[in-house]
């Protein structure tokens, strides 16, 4: 495993619109990522920028990191003041949780970044941007009830997204927003690395899409950059050697705080990170999602982690997932059998035998939660529970939901006072 012993975060550059991040191993192995901006840029601050780089470059190094988890850090360029370098070694060993988890490594395994300077000051910014939020698309329905509750209610409504632009085309032109496109490819080291049987699983990708982000929101003069993860993501997967294992720990409102707080940090209060969902559990998103979009765009979104088919030109669904699974359970209740059905060749989910040990699992009822982007225990409960008067075949079932348990009641969030005014107008 410690095959090297220094991690070097070594350079990053920025021209022709693409941002490339150098790091190394003990300076022999060299390893690459890129980011190609594929938009008009606005009028932007320079120092601004450069601070936003400096957080992707320290961030997106964690998917080169953990291939031999060396146990030296080297920043050869970046500065890291102490609660900078606190919060990325932090969100790289609680982002890691799952990895650690399948790889039958120590998830107390601590990750030090090497703070190089004494205090951090964000840059001085003329002007505060002007534009409206900026919501990330990743295809599925949770950021398609943001922009639905966005839409209208702000000026200047823009969305975004990373790769796959082929699958995500129609879903964009059915949006109907201007939208931003970032083309993200990472070392091929990568592929081989995994096809050698080295350590290989889950990172905290939703930490790396913060921070592209923020540079998306710099780039293009707005302030908000919006992402849609709901109350669930919060829950642990499972526990292992006595730590809380998240799939989703990079959805989490504790990672959200923590970003918001390094933003602040780093760059004042010229950007802004939140989820506008993040009151909603997942049963509610989906209950919403079937009132607000289904209609519009059943055709054109998915919620599968593996929806992104190389060769096509859309989204689709495997239908065989944790993910595919729930999202049939948490819509059943909210959308017409055969109007769901549709979305899967015709196939109702909750009668698919091959689904019920996913089933028992998203339940409670037999081992951890699936390793997905799933909702909560009580969610699945209280889903199956309104399914299970419409399919009796469902009674096979049982289980004890919470007393008093209601899914449509918010929880906690961390987004500014008048986004979160805005929401609850709308409710």
């Not at 790091?23 to 601070?51: H, I, P, V, W």
């Not at 992104?308 to 993910?323: A, M």
């Amino acid at each position: 495993m410690n095959e090297y012993k220094q991690f070097i975060f070594e350079n990053y550059e920025f021209q022709d619109k693409t941002l490339t991040l150098h790091y190394s191993m003990d300076g022999k192995l060299k390893l690459k990522e890129t980011y190609k901006f594929d938009f008009d840029f606005a009028a932007y601050d320079l120092a601004q920028l450069d601070r936003a780089f400096e957080l992707l470059f320290f961030m997106a190094g964690v998917s080169y990191y953990k291939t031999f988890i060396p146990p030296e850090l080297v920043v050869k360029k970046g500065k890291l003041d102490q609660p900078m370098a606190a919060f990325f070694g932090k969100t790289y060993q609680l982002g890691l949780g799952e990895f650690w988890y399948v790889n039958k490594l120590d998830p107390h395994t601590q990750v030090i970044f090497p703070q190089n300077t004494q205090a951090v000051h964000p840059p001085t910014v003329a002007q505060k941007p002007s534009k409206g939020p900026l919501v990330a698309i990743g295809g599925g329905k949770d950021s398609l009830v943001s922009v639905e509750l966005l839409r209208g209610k702000v000026d200047d409504l823009a969305t975004w997204s990373v790769n796959h632009r082929p699958q995500l085309t129609p879903l964009v032109k059915a949006i109907g927003l201007p939208h931003y496109w970032v083309e993200r490819e990472w070392d091929p080291y990568l592929f081989e690395h995994k096809a050698k049987g080295g350590l290989n699983g889950h990172i905290p990708i939703s930490a790396l899409f913060a921070c592209v982000g923020t540079i998306v929101a710099i780039l293009t003069g707005r302030r908000d950059v919006v992402v849609s993860n709901e109350s669930s993501a919060s829950e642990p997967t499972l526990t292992y050697q006595g730590v809380p294992i998240n799939h989703q720990y990079s959805k989490s409102l504790e990672f959200e705080k923590d970003f918001q707080a390094v933003l602040d940090h780093t760059l004042g209060d010229s950007v802004r990170y939140y989820s506008f969902v993040r009151p909603f559990t997942d049963l509610h998103i989906a209950r919403l999602f079937a009132r607000l979009g289904f209609e519009k765009y059943k055709d054109v979104f998915s919620s599968c982690n593996r929806g992104f088919v190389h060769g096509s030109d859309h989204i689709v669904w495997c239908g065989r997932c944790p993910k595919c699974a729930f999202t049939f359970l948490a819509l059943a209740p909210f959308v017409e059998g055969k109007k769901l059905e549709a979305l899967f060749g015709g196939k109702n989910l909750l009668k698919d035998d091959a689904l019920e040990k996913t089933y028992r699992q998203l339940l409670g009822i037999e081992g951890d939660k699936p390793l997905d982007c799933i909702g909560e225990i009580k969610e699945s409960r209280a889903a199956m529970q309104l399914a299970q008067q419409q399919y009796l075949n469902l009674l096979k079932y049982h289980f004890d939901l919470p007393i008093n348990y209601d899914y449509n009641t918010l929880g906690p969030s961390s987004m500014p006072e008048d986004r979160l005014r805005l929401l609850i107008s709308q409710l």
